[in-house]
């Protein structure tokens, strides 16, 4: 054994026994390996009109962009098969075969919430095809991760345009009414029409894209849709698509349409309220009580009570007697005088401010 080797001997065995430190040098904890998803499972997508609209989570951003972990970008291929081809296939012939169709940028990932998208625009030539798509992240130093899983679309040529949507959307205290002008062809532009109904779409201030769910909750047949699940105040905007038969059964939907800002105000009155009862509560005291029914609107703020001792007065001239409006439907008028027959009226108000209509005319002598 050279004295090298038994300099080095001696040094492991002493550090083994004792844990003396000096050879070699200690270094910091290294940190941990970062780690990105590199690949998904849930890639999904579907044809709508003339698109196929592929979708999956967006990648976890927990490394810096210089990191080999860092997702710059999401490639989307394409391969476009004949219908009865084999569905097994493996990444190396996909690879071999398919198309690079096109990519999500960088920029559009760092701006992407859960999700992200991509329009596939076809050309539809009317002969049947299958197509199969997978998606690839690319790190910063341009490499490739894994094929994503495969989804597979037999898109449909006879699929109907999108529909109009009306501007003149009819605003009532119960409902917003939509109608729309129906598709005049399919997307190739043959007829009849492929038409099954259609959906109707809504997002409020709160949203950037329409949701995954239709408001109706079956299929539409005519050209108009009330929505009754509404807030006065809010802002909304609307669109409609037109469903079609597509391949194997499936309902596939059109393209969007135009869409329809609405902006509903409550400027709907209540209903004017039921005549009020009025009492002397006690023989011996100068008061009169006042009662009357609660309106049967939901947004009713309070109401406004009017006095007058001459019934032929103008309504519009008569005294109203609460300072603030009535959260309750009664009222004790304690500023009467005895022996004097007083008129009473009530006006409900709404949460927007609406006033009713006068109600019938109540009254009563002061004991």
Known sequence: MTSISKALYVCLVVVGIIGIPGCGKRRPPLPPVERVQQRTESLSGAQQGNEVILSWPAPPRNAPNSSVQSIRRVDVYRLAEKPGAPLALTEDEFSARSTLVGSVTYEQIQTA????IYIDK???AGQPTRLRYAI????????????SNFLTI??????AQAPVLSSDVKIAEDAITLSWQAPAA???NSTPVNLLGYNVYRTDESQTTPGN????SSLISGTAYADKNFQFGNNYRYLVRAVSLGTGGAQVESLNSNAVSVSPRDVFPPAAPERPSVAAPEPSSAKLAIFFAANKETDIAG????????PDLPKQNWTKVNQTLLTRTTFTDDK???GKTYYYYVVAVDNAGNASPPSEVGSEKAP
Not at 113 to 116: A, E, K, P, T, V
Not at 136 to 147: E, I, T
Not at 213 to 216: A, D, E, I, K, M
Not at 303 to 310: E, F, K, V
């Open 113 to 116: 919430g859960d999700r992200l």
């Open 122 to 124: 076809l050309e539809l």
């Open 136 to 147: 690839r992240y690319v790190n910063a130093s341009g490499q490739r991760a894994a094929f």
């Open 154 to 159: 037999e898109p449909a040529a006879r699929i």
């Open 186 to 188: 399919n997307i190739d």
């Open 213 to 216: 769910q239709p408001l109706n």
């Open 303 to 310: 109401y406004n009570l009017y006095r007058s001792s001459d």
């Open 336 to 338: 009467v005088e005895s």
